[in-house]
């Protein structure tokens, strides 16, 4: 338990980082509402054709009793409009991050020199970071894809699918944000994508107390662009968690100054 709240004042503190920084969180805000917009407009026509398409696949249903397959379709178009949110929250942060790279990777350095000790990133051509952070976030993507059917399958298991199915979607999705809001910081110190996700696992409680918060916040169109910048700063402070810096190197010690010769000692000065 303790872990877990450890999580939530990691978000909370980077919360209060941009608070303190209004420039960053104002130009941070910008990416995330360019993203939204998209994610908007994306939902919207999931849910104007969601119950279309069911109905398409869904061809038995019609010669069921009635009122079983407006129930059964009904079901069904809730369940594939609540994966496409799952889906849409997940996907909102790399989109957002891949949009905004060069002002969040220069927002997490900042929080990390104000902590002290800030990693020097590698040198790696620009075509090479843009490469890898799109095939990481695809990997990520592909990830949350196959856990989204998984849920939305086990939607459909009476009590289960309405009580665990759904808490079980936001521990989903904590972990995922966790992972993706983390990138930058990770990148960073030359972390790989694999190496990320046993990190966080390690410390999972940690990382759900900071990501699940974070994940049904971001349910709130407007809430996700206003807190998008803190969750960049605390997914650094999490990182920093994860993998503290190194101890600042001994200093050896001064030699100690000679003592001044009493007369009559050999060498002394003669009175």
């Given at each position: 338990?303790?872990?877990?709240i450890?999580g ?5 503190d980077?919360q209060?980082?941009v608070?303190?920084?209004r420039r960053d969180w ?13 994610y ?10 969601a ?12 010669h069921?009793?009635?009122?079983w397959?407006?129930l059964?379709r009904?079901?069904?178009?809730a369940l ?7 889906l ?6 790399a ?11 220069a ?8 902590e002290g ?9 620009l075509?090479r970071e843009?490469?890898?952070?799109v ?6 993507l592909l990830?949350?894809a196959v856990?989204?059917?998984l849920?939305?399958a ?7 699918g309405q009580t665990v ?5 936001f521990c989903?999705?904590g972990?995922?944000?966790?992972l993706?809001?983390?990138?930058v910081?990770f ?6 994508l ?6 966080l ?11 699940v ?8 169109p407007f809430?996700?662009?206003v807190l ?8 650094t ?5 994860l ?7 001994a ?10 010769q ?9 009175s």
């Open positions: 338990m303790g872990d877990v450890r939530v004042r990691l978000l909370a980077g209060r980082w608070l303190r920084h104002r130009f941070g805000m910008v990416p995330a509402l360019i993203a939204l917009v998209g908007v407009v994306a939902l919207v026509v999931l849910a104007l054709w119950g279309d398409l069911v109905d398409w696949a869904t061809p038995f249903a019609d069921w009793a009635s009122p397959p407006g059964f009904g079901l069904l178009t594939l409009f609540g994966a496409g949110l799952l849409s929250v997940i996907s909102f942060t989109v957002t991050l891949l949009v905004g790279d060069p002002f969040y990777e927002l997490s350095a900042r929080v990390e020199r104000g000790d800030c990693p020097q990133a590698p040198e790696r051509p075509w843009v490469w890898t952070a095939r990481d976030s695809a990997r990520v990830w949350a856990f989204g059917v849920l939305f086990a939607g459909f298991v009476p009590v289960a199915v759904p808490v079980a979607g989903v999705s972990f995922f944000l966790a993706e809001l983390t990138t910081a990148e960073r110190r030359a972390v790989d694999t190496a990320r996700t046993r990190l696992r390690h410390r999972l409680p940690l990382v759900l107390g900071f990501g918060p974070l994940a049904a916040a971001f349910l709130v809430v996700a662009v998008m910048p803190g969750a960049v700063a605390g997914a402070l999490l990182v920093r968690e993998l503290p810096p190194p101890p600042p190197p200093q050896p010690d001064a030699p100690a100054a000679a003592s001044p009493e007369p009559g000692t050999p060498g002394a000065a003669p």
